[in-house]
């Protein structure tokens, strides 16, 4: 299995923020141990860095020992806007999602991908399918 991790829980995992916190850990547990199986976005990095810069550099670094960047580009782009959804920076994650060839976007915002190319679970449902509680 593949999964595209979205920002959000990027940041819930990068910051501590409550309540959240915990099950972003299980999801990146389950990073852990399945290499090459995660990804995030090339967009996901410069969001992290602008919304937590305290952490940024060495978060990032270390989470790219564990998550892969799929490569995009201008085609992936037009793609994005192309899909029936209202935010065009969920349709980026989705479109990375696809060219990663992800099974599940994994995102607290799972309502917002409800038309998205890539299904999304939020990272509590991931854990209690997937990951060891």
């Known amino acids: 299995m593949r999964i595209l ?6 940041l819930d995992f990068a910051i ?4 959240f916190f915990a099950a972003s850990t299980r999801v990146f547990a389950w990073v852990q141990d399945h290499p090459g199986a995660a990804a995030v ?6 969001n992290l860095a602008y919304l937590a810069p305290a952490q940024a550099r060495s978060f990032l670094r270390d989470l ?12 992936e782009a037009i ?4 899909f029936p959804m209202r935010d065009i920076e ?7 999602a696809l060219a990663f060839r992800a099974e599940w976007i994994i995102t607290r915002n799972v309502s917002d991908y409800r038309r998205s190319p890539v299904p999304a679970l939020s990272p509590t449902e991931f ?7």
């Open 5 to 10: 991790i979205d920002t959000d829980v990027l």
């Open 16 to 19: 501590g923020r409550e309540p």
């Open 41 to 46: 976005a090339w967009h996901s990095l410069s």
């Open 64 to 75: 790219l020992k564990h998550v892969e960047v799929p490569t995009v580009g201008t085609r």
């Open 79 to 82: 793609q994005a806007l192309n």
């Open 90 to 96: 969920d349709a980026l994650q989705a479109a990375a």
């Open 127 to 133: 854990a209690k399918k997937y990951a060891a509680l």
